[in-house]
């Protein structure tokens, strides 16, 4: 009798939101203006409904074929621009105290205990240049000391948070001068050729590698949100060779599905696409309805 051929097994459902925050993002201690309070709720509310925390990277591995593992309700978390109070607490000059995304993450671990949720994870995307880093915490900050990079290594080797590749400059108004290749200063899609992406990804990656190594950052997330069409099209797809960006992120408030734009991949904005937990709560549930 012939051998009946061996129906594939179904691939496992895949259907992750990705959240987003940025830390820099105070203007008051309520949730809706406020980030850290808003994290340190939503990871109780991910919690209280069930759902499980898992590195970014799996979304990636899972969706490039990589790993087969049960995403069922899951979450992922990142956080964008790389100020110290991902992971330092800061006194903020208007708004007092604030707690680190990291100690936030910390505290939820003491107040749940660590059996909860046992792959709590953040993926913090940085800013690579330290010129750049400092105009902006002149320029747009406080002129604190908040774009340090001394705590990436720690961060990375804590296990909570991986360090990933926010670009070189943001190409932000706030640098002075052109950027490579005479680039106008204040949007990502002037990125529109070969020497500005080597010069604000491939550059980058290798400045943040050799800081957190033996980690290799493998993802990007667009600033400002901006896909330059060059950058989507031709530069991450064809020249990994280069850049060894295996996935890039921006804004487009929807879960990653199987079958998602690898170059282009979907993340809800905190303050943006959800201001309350009610709000993040109809999000999460229609998100990870199965
Ligand atoms: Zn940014």
Same mark, same amino acid.
């Given at each position: 009798?012939? #051998?009946?051929?061996?129906?594939?097994?179904?691939?496992?459902?895949?259907?992750?939101?990705?959240?987003?925050?940025?830390?820099?993002?105070?203007?008051?201690?309520?949730?809706?203006?406020?980030?850290?309070?808003?994290?340190?709720?939503?990871?109780?509310?991910?919690?209280?409904?069930?759902?499980?925390?898992?590195?970014?990277?799996?979304?990636?591995?899972?969706?490039?074929?990589?790993?087969?593992?049960?995403?069922?309700?899951?979450?992922?978390?990142?956080?964008?621009?790389g100020p110290n109070l991902d992971f330092h607490d800061v006194v903020h000059p208007v708004h007092g105290a604030q707690r680190s995304?990291? +100690?936030?993450?910390?505290?939820?671990?003491?107040?749940?205990?660590p059996e909860r949720q046992p792959l709590l994870h953040l993926t913090a995307f940085v800013i690579a240049s330290p010129d750049a880093?400092?105009?902006?915490?002149? @320029?747009?900050?406080?002129?604190? *000391?908040?774009? %340090?990079?001394?705590?990436? $290594?720690?961060?990375?080797?804590?296990?909570?948070? $991986?360090?990933?590749?926010?670009?070189?400059?943001?190409? +932000?108004? #706030?640098?002075?001068?052109?950027?490579? *290749? @005479?680039?106008?200063? @204040?949007? &990502?899609?002037?990125?529109?050729?070969?020497?500005?992406? #080597?010069?604000?990804? $491939?550059?980058? @990656?290798?400045?943040? *590698?050799?800081?957190?190594?033996?980690?290799?950052?493998?993802? &990007?997330?667009?600033?400002? !949100? +901006?896909?330059?069409?060059?950058?989507?099209?031709?530069?991450?797809? %064809?020249?990994?060779?280069? +850049?060894?960006?295996?996935?890039? &992120?921006?804004? !487009?408030?929807?879960?990653? !599905?199987? !079958?998602?734009?690898?170059?282009?991949?979907?993340?809800?904005?905190?303050?943006?696409?959800?201001?309350?937990p009610q709000a993040l709560q109809a999000i999460l549930q229609d998100a990870t309805r199965t």
């Amino acid at each position: 009798m012939a #051998d009946r051929p061996t129906r594939p097994a179904p691939l496992p459902i895949m259907h992750v939101p990705v959240l987003t925050y940025h830390a820099v993002n105070i203007a008051g201690n309520d949730y809706a203006c406020n980030d850290h309070v808003a994290f340190a709720e939503d990871l109780r509310l991910i919690d209280d409904l069930g759902l499980r925390v898992i590195p970014l990277q799996w979304v990636v591995d899972q969706l490039l074929g990589r790993a087969q593992r049960d995403l069922s309700r899951c979450v992922a978390l990142s956080c964008d621009d790389g100020p110290n109070l991902d992971f330092h607490d800061v006194v903020h000059p208007v708004h007092g105290a604030q707690r680190s995304l990291y +100690h936030c993450m910390a505290d939820f671990v003491a107040e749940r205990g660590p059996e909860r949720q046992p792959l709590l994870h953040l993926t913090a995307f940085v800013i690579a240049s330290p010129d750049a880093r400092a105009h902006i915490d002149r @320029g747009a900050l406080f002129g604190l *000391d908040w774009m %340090q990079e001394d705590w990436w $290594a720690l961060a990375q080797r804590s296990g909570r948070i $991986a360090i990933e590749n926010h670009s070189w400059d943001h190409n +932000h108004a #706030d640098v002075p001068g052109p950027g490579a *290749d @005479g680039m106008p200063r @204040g949007s &990502f899609l002037a990125v529109d050729n070969r020497a500005r992406a #080597d010069a604000e990804i $491939a550059e980058a @990656g290798r400045y943040i *590698d050799a800081r957190v190594t033996p980690h290799r950052t493998r993802l &990007f997330c667009y600033p400002f !949100g +901006h896909i330059p069409d060059y950058v989507h099209r031709e530069y991450l797809p %064809q020249h990994g060779d280069v +850049h060894g960006i295996e996935a890039a &992120f921006s804004d !487009g408030a929807c879960p990653v !599905g199987r !079958g998602a734009d690898r170059w282009n991949l979907p993340r809800y904005i905190c303050g943006w696409h959800w201001k309350s937990p009610q709000a993040l709560q109809a999000i999460l549930q229609d998100a990870t309805r199965t």
